[in-house]
């Protein structure tokens, strides 16, 4: 499906390819955008246009979060929902984590070489009500901003979210239940003396006793592991240093990995992000539905509907059938908009460089798609199509060709549609942000950077 715009850029019912190539051909519509495909009719208002209703519906993810826009159609036994468009947008929280570590990193080191003192600042500052990390607000961002983007190419009349609920002692322990479940698995141990016990006074690798014992991750802190109880058995000093950073079954001991559950890093996202997503889309003022994810799996069984985060999202609410059509559905990769660090690190955490404060250079800004046509005396002639990373200086990189001379900005053109900040060069300001206990941290439509392409 292509989306459709009126002579005033305001949005009406989507066409199919065919009618949008009729309409191009003709002269009654010039391309607006490109990925996602965007058309623009001459001749046409909203006022004039007769419009269906449609509901964008939300299947919010830790990794990836489903997008689809519905048509409604009522009938006698319910809703049927046509999809019209599918996304699937893929967040960057674990670099939003990296990032924020570096930057710990280097306010530690600024402290300890005595370059510039900065006290801590973790004793005189506290946490507001209703705060939540970065790497857990950009997935929200993510979401807002697409919901906002999709509100001006189609005429969205309701939003339906999954807010779903991840109960994380039942993951671990099905058969739970009665006091055991308030109690939890260290109910009235200490984690050490649990840990003596549960691996009898021995090293869980060479089975060494009366030593000094020590707590190993079994799937290590670098490789995405926690430091609940599970992910810790008792290792001597040897074994700990010869183990590293390895899991315990690449090390040759896939019986101690075997008694580490399951990572929940995934689920406890969801869970401290499901009722701030909710209370952020407030900011369109379209009537939210939320829905629990049984609904959905339920959907997706009778329906017979594949296994997708898009069609997860299409399954989303209340219907009577739903119709998934053979869509290509639209992968976009968050990529971020610039860096919150000026300084360029080496690998051993030193600083190498600085970067410029502005971030535009002669028009251009890193990440922009852009076409660069380097005349023919020059080393690097050619034409170059890819995303330009600028220097002050005026020496552009453009895709994997770097070095280009000074005089590079003066060859490079814009491609619409196709690059990263490009997505949001559309009409219409924002709408404010509701005036909540949770505003500050709700930043609806903040420019992020996307890479988007059809699967």
């Not at 990925?35 to 269906?52: M, N």
Request: hydrophobic residues 40%.
């Amino acid at each position: 499906m292509v989306f459709v715009l009126d002579r005033h850029k305001k949005p009406l019912m989507p066409c199919t390819p065919k009618r949008a190539r009729l309409l191009l051909g003709r002269g009654r519509a010039v391309v607006h955008r490109v990925k996602p495909f965007v058309i623009r009719l001459r001749d046409r208002r909203v006022e004039d246009s007769t419009l269906q209703p449609l509901a964008l519906k939300i299947d919010p993810g830790s990794k990836t979060t489903g997008i689809a826009v519905a048509r409604v159609q009522e009938t006698e036994e319910g809703e049927v929902h046509h999809a019209v468009f599918l996304f699937e947008v893929a967040h960057r929280g674990d670099k939003v984590q990296g990032a924020k570590q570096t930057q710990r990193n280097a306010r530690r080191r600024r402290r300890s070489a005595n370059l510039r003192h900065r006290a801590p600042r973790f004793a005189n500052r506290g946490i507001p009500k209703g705060w939540l990390p970065p790497s857990l607000l950009s997935r929200i961002c993510n979401v807002l901003t697409w919901t906002g983007r999709c509100r001006r190419w189609v005429a969205v009349s309701r939003i339906d979210v999954e807010r779903v609920r991840f109960d994380t002692q039942l993951l671990q322990h099905p058969e739970i239940a009665g006091v055991a479940y308030q109690q939890g698995t260290l109910a009235g141990w200490e984690a050490r003396a649990y840990l003596l016990l549960k691996y009898a006074y021995r090293c869980a690798y060479c089975g060494k006793t009366d030593c000094a014992f020590e707590l190993d991750h079994i799937v290590p802190r670098s490789r995405g592991g926690s430091n609940r109880v599970s992910n810790l058995c008792l290792a001597c000093h040897a074994c700990n240093q010869a183990k590293g950073d390895k899991t315990a079954a690449e090390w040759g001991h896939p019986e101690v990995e075997a008694q580490a559950k399951q990572a929940l890093k995934d689920a406890a996202a969801v869970n401290a992000t499901r009722f701030k997503l909710v209370e952020a889309l407030q900011v369109f003022g379209l009537p939210i539905g939320t829905w629990t994810g049984g609904r959905t799996r339920w959907n997706r069984a009778r329906f017979g509907i594949e296994k997708t985060h898009a069609l997860d999202a299409l399954c989303v609410g209340q219907m009577a059938a739903v119709s998934a059509a053979r869509l290509k559905t639209l992968a976009i990769a968050a990529t971020g908009r610039g860096q919150h660090c000026r300084t360029n690190w080496d690998r051993y955490g030193f600083p190498v460089g600085y970067l410029i404060r502005q971030k535009r250079v002669r028009g251009f800004q890193t990440g922009d798609q852009v076409r660069a046509v380097v005349p023919a005396p020059l080393k690097t002639a050619g034409t170059h199509l890819g995303r330009v990373r600028v220097r002050k200086s005026g020496t552009f990189r453009v895709g994997s060709v770097d070095g280009l001379e000074r005089r590079t900005a003066r060859w490079c053109r814009e491609q619409m549609g196709m690059g990263m900040r490009l997505l949001d060069r559309e009409a219409g300001a924002a709408p404010p942000l509701p005036q909540t206990r949770n505003a500050p941290f709700l930043p609806a439509l903040k420019r992020r950077g996307f890479l988007a392409r059809y699967m």
